[in-house]
């Protein structure tokens, strides 16, 4: 087990969103948590991967395990693409990035800026990041924002290649990824109908 999350209580802003949450991740298997803008999506996330603390419940998961991929791509505009994953690679203790530039085909486009990139562009490179992590269990919030079909299609297959060599995955989306997982639907877990929206930009983790 990757993952365990337990009778789960998590909070925006003092105030309690989502009650009873839980669920187990194995290797292997992806989690899709479904539900409306506004209904707990990012704050689970932001919640599972260490970013604000738990109103109650347990979170257990080894230590580093989890890279959390949100909204905004967290790039660093003068760098190149290769230059920008070597970064990350850095912060994470690994060295390998030529399997993150092939995977979301952005080989051609190593040397240029990259606030030089299109907006998918940008989005293809901020997910390649994941494969530089080397953390088994990935929560993703809306990770295929700015993509088109093929780039989708890219990140999927991405996803499917962690999954077969033992990893995990938690993603908050509305659509199809077009690989096997289970769902969640957080909108049944609401502890209160609030007004804090679930669309907060955050860089990926």
């Not at 365990?4 to 992806?30: K, M, Q």
Request: with cysteine; glycine share 12%.
């Amino acid at each position: 087990m990757l993952l365990n999350i337990h009778d789960l209580a998590c909070t925006r802003g003092g105030v309690p969103i989502i009650r009873g949450v839980s669920f187990t991740l194995d290797a292997g298997e992806a989690l899709l948590l479904r539900g409306p803008n506004g209904s707990g999506k990012t704050t689970l996330l932001r919640t599972v991967a260490g970013l604000q603390p738990a109103l109650q419940g347990r979170i257990e998961a080894a230590p580093d395990a989890v890279a959390y991929g949100a909204h905004a791509d967290g790039l660093k505009a003068t760098l190149s693409v290769a230059e920008n994953l070597e970064f990350w690679a850095g912060i994470y203790g690994t060295n390998n990035i030529g399997e993150a530039l092939s995977a979301f085909d952005i080989a051609d486009l190593r040397d240029r800026a990259a606030q030089n990139l299109s907006a998918g562009q940008k989005r293809r490179l901020g997910l390649a990041r994941l494969l530089v992590t080397g953390r088994p269990v990935w929560a993703l919030d809306e990770p295929t924002v700015s993509l088109d079909v093929a780039s989708v299609a890219l990140f999927a297959n991405a996803v499917r290649t962690h999954l077969d060599r033992g990893g995990a995955a938690l993603i908050a989306t509305h659509i199809d990824l077009g690989f096997e997982a289970r769902e969640l639907d957080i909108g049944s877990l609401r502890a209160r109908a609030g007004t804090h929206g679930d669309d907060f930009d955050e860089a990926f983790l």
